[in-house]
């Protein structure tokens, strides 16, 4: 969530460490903050708001030196304030920090009984307090630092500098990720690889409890014990030229039109063209053969992909697949698979909840499947099969291509699902992976309706409410369809089973109410345009999106159509996104809210 990054050398660093915030900024934050080594002492300069307001006092204020940390936070302890914002300081340290700490009011009255001061309303102080108070009692900084990460509960990754160290850089992480960076003469350490793209491509991704003694030109990697370690330095996949915005308005609008790529990416390595059958290796094959059933976990989005996989696998491998929200699975007690695997969807493959639920299942003896964006992030580490979805990086917090890459890898690991426990018919194997790679050209085809979408939005922006409906696999998409539209427009949105109508939802239909149905022809294709006729009896407008057949079915129905290109039951649910994803981001810019960093939300959920 918070945003990371620092450097240690012998140039300037306040330019950089800048620059850097600016590529977290997508995790989301409310606040920013720098401190530097200006000669023997800590500058620091902290603004509330966006970045911008740091540069600007910056202006005013400048402040350089060779060793640097720097952060944007999302609060979680005390407002989004000034005071509140990192770094944090106290006598010899600064710090910044991801994470929460969980015993931080123990912490903070046993120090405060000790004669200490805070400043903040922060549970971060007390990291900067209890180091500076263990360097105050006769430690030197690395040992200061240790024995308070002994002293810390919760999730972190921590940086800090000292004020008679103008060289020495330390890190931490436990639940939150860091990643340690290689420079000619300096170092770096960042939230992520993003964070650090500018600087370097040679990283090394910390592993949990691990911490860092960096200067400009050693690093000395410790695992939790204290004993030092070797870590994998590896070249980061990340291409700087994925995160800029290049000829569009908003990451968001980049992202959509991106998914023709991002879709082949994340299919073809599981394709043989010349068969044009899959292969995912013997470990999937094993997993789903002979499984009692399966459970698939996940938060916001990637939940929605994974319970559009459960129609999937239910109806083509006859695996039954429970689906659930982490933040539930983790804390009820749920009852596993015997034979079966769980698997866990996440862009980040940091997601707190979602990394919970995977060590409890783990040690329950049930493998792990991730199903994530980036391969060395905790949840693929800590898996026992990784199955990537090569989406590439997504800066827009509205997660849209991470969301189209999920479902067409669930596709492949349901359709082999189906091929391991023989359930698959002569030819159904070779036209599945048609359809999966016919997939990016036909989303291209979907985008085109991007200029009727955006005439569509210009009625929906002034709207206080809109629903969304489908039926079968076209429900988790409606779902979809509703969340997109809350996160980036702050309308109020809901998405129902279009069969659930008549059980409640029906009570607030009421003239003039855009309905938004996901329908394209299929078997529940009558049932839900019977819906349809229920709603405007009662004066509701309808947007449909559905294929040719079903829009030619509807006839009149609709106030509104958006069309799909053909497909089938693998494609169309994934290009049944991508209109979605348009109405969204076209009704919040004629509305003209936040669309790349909407209020409230992160990116990376990394702490409950």
């Not at 006092?57 to 350089?64: F, G, I, K, N, Y």
Request: glycine residues 8%.
């Amino acid at each position: 969530m918070c945003g990371i990054v620092a450097i240690t050398g012998t140039d300037t660093v306040a330019g950089r460490l800048v620059d850097g915030l600016k590529r977290l900024e997508y995790r989301g934050y409310d606040s920013a903050g720098i401190a530097v080594m200006a000669g023997d002492a800590i500058e620091r300069r902290r603004a509330s708001g966006k970045i911008v307001n740091l540069e600007a006092l910056m202006a005013d204020m400048p402040v350089d030196g060779p060793t640097g940390i720097a952060h944007t936070r999302w609060a979680t302890h005390g407002k989004p304030n000034e005071t509140n914002a990192h770094p944090h300081m106290s006598g010899k340290v600064a710090i910044v920090h991801n994470g929460i700490i969980e015993n931080f009011r123990e912490l903070r009255e046993d120090m405060q009984a000790q004669g200490r001061t805070f400043e903040s309303e922060t549970d971060s102080e007390v990291i900067a307090q209890m180091i500076d108070q263990n360097m105050a009692d006769g430690m030197d900084a690395v040992d200061a630092f240790e024995a308070a990460l002994k002293r810390l509960s919760g999730a972190f990754a921590i940086a800090a500098i000292f004020s008679d160290k103008t060289d020495l850089l330390i890190g931490a992480r436990k639940g939150s990720p860091l990643v340690l960076g290689y420079g000619e003469g300096e170092m770096f350490l960042g939230s992520d690889a993003i964070a650090l793209a500018p600087l370097t491509r040679d990283v090394t991704y910390l592993e949990e409890g691990d911490w860092v003694i960096l200067t400009p030109d050693s690093y000395d990697i410790r695992n939790a014990n204290g004993d030092r370690v070797n870590r994998p330095r590896v070249k980061s996949a990340v291409n700087e030229g994925l995160i800029e915005r290049g000829e569009y308005d908003h990451f968001m609008l980049k992202e959509i039109h991106e998914q023709p790529e991002s879709l082949a990416r994340s299919i073809l390595p599981y394709i043989d063209q010349a068969t044009q059958t899959l292969n995912l290796g013997e470990v999937a094959d094993e997993m789903f053969a002979r499984a009692d059933r399966a459970v698939a976990i996940a938060c916001g989005t990637a939940y929605y992909a994974a319970h559009t996989a459960k129609y999937w696998f239910e109806q083509k491998a006859k695996l039954a697949l429970e689906t659930d929200i982490a933040s539930e699975f983790r804390y009820r007690e749920p009852v596993l698979p015997q034979t079966g695997p769980a698997m866990f969807v996440s862009q980040s493959g940091e997601t707190a909840d979602t990394l919970a639920a995977l060590r409890y299942c783990r040690q329950n003896g049930t493998p792990a499947v991730a199903v994530v964006n980036v391969p060395e992030s905790s949840i693929a580490r800590e898996a026992a099969a990784i199955v990537p979805t090569h989406a590439g990086p997504e800066i827009g917090v509205a997660s849209t291509k991470a969301f189209t890459a999920q479902l067409s890898v669930l596709a492949v690991l349901a359709v082999n699902a189906a091929k391991a426990r023989g359930h698959l018919l002569p030819g159904d194997e070779v036209a599945a992976v048609k359809s999966l790679l016919a997939l990016p050209r036909k989303v291209t085809e979907a985008l085109e309706a991007q200029d009727g979408i955006r005439e569509i939005a210009q009625t929906l922006a002034p709207c206080h409410d809109v629903l969304f409906l489908g039926r079968g696999r076209y429900y988790p998409l409606a779902l979809e369809g509703a969340l997109k539209l809350k996160e980036v427009s702050y309308i109020h949105a809901e998405g129902y089973a279009a069969g659930e109508l008549k059980h409640g939802p029906i009570a607030l239909i009421e003239k003039g109410l855009p309905v938004v149905v996901v329908a394209p022809k299929d078997e529940l294709f009558e049932k839900t345009i019977s819906n349809v006729e229920e709603i405007r009896a009662r004066g509701a407008r309808i947007i449909l999106i559905s294929d040719d057949a079903g829009i030619k079915a509807a006839g009149n129905r609709a106030d509104h159509v958006i069309r799909l290109p053909d497909g089938d039951d693998i494609s169309l649910p994934i290009l049944a996104a991508v209109p979605l994803q348009l109405l969204a981001y076209h009704v919040a810019v004629a509305k003209g809210t936040d669309v790349d960093q909407p209020r409230n939300l992160a990116k990376s959920v990394t702490v409950e």
